[in-house]
């Protein structure tokens, strides 16, 4: 399929979709506390999104059965919201949230803390947000493709930790996936011309001890081959002649307070 490319007005709409998915993130992320389960986040998260006439865009996506991706600790990402799953002081929560708001789509991740966690946890958190940052700031027409992961990658491993291999960021718009695929690591020049009007998810996936990863029992879980933490954030940007665009923050909300939001 070949790369959509926006227009202008699209790139409102599909910001519409994205403001709503970031407005979904703080109702869940203030319910994030011990002892809270996941499928309660999920509900939460559909109630707002539908009260806003949008819809939950993971909902029966591929057959997934919950409104939104919620990852504890060594899940990376896919995680099912579930009755059983319940969240404990420390822990930490990957929330991947897709929303429609009239036709157009956008997906974004963050992960947070449960109660009080460890130093380590927070620094994976931060480098990962951080890592998001560096390839955003790769998304211009004058790179490929793979300046963005090449970026994500010199950042994550020069903090001693590893990027997942075997998932990719993607594009968004029209539908919640398409093309290109934009991996999280690699050479600059790898990939194709990134051009003004592609609208893409940016989603590093960090480890905190080896890349390898496998799907759980589940058939959509997907869990650290050494049962350690790994943290993902994501945002859809828009790439215009002014530089990389983020969809999924209000245009108030800058890097550094983003930044803030996870500490």
Known sequence: ?????YTSREVELIRKAGLLAFEAHMVVKKMITPGVTTLELSHAALNYITSKKGKAAFLGFSGFPEAICTSVNDTVVHGIPSKLTVLKEGDI???????????????????????????ENKRLLSVTAK?????????VASNRIGAIGASIQEYVESNKYSVVRS??????????????????????????????????????????????????????????RDGKNSAHFEHTIAVTANGPSICTLPKDLDEKKAMDLIN
Request: glycine residues 14%; aromatic residues 10%.
């Open 93 to 119: 929560i990957g929330v991947d949230i897709g929303t429609e708001v009239d036709g157009y789509f956008a997906d974004t991740a963050w992960t947070w803390g449960v109660g009080k966690i460890s130093e």
């Open 1 to 5: 399929m070949a790369v959509r490319l």
């Open 167 to 224: 998932l990719v960021g993607h594009g968004v718009g029209k539908s919640v996936h398409e093309e290109p695929q934009i991996p999280n690591f690699g050479k600059r020049k790898n990939g194709i011309q990134i051009k003004n009007g592609m609208v893409l998810a940016i989603e590093p996936m960090v480890n905190c001890g080896v890349y390898d990863v496998y799907t759980g029992d589940d058939k959509w879980s997907v869990k650290t």
């Open 131 to 139: 890592s998001l940052y560096k390839g955003i700031k790769e998304a």
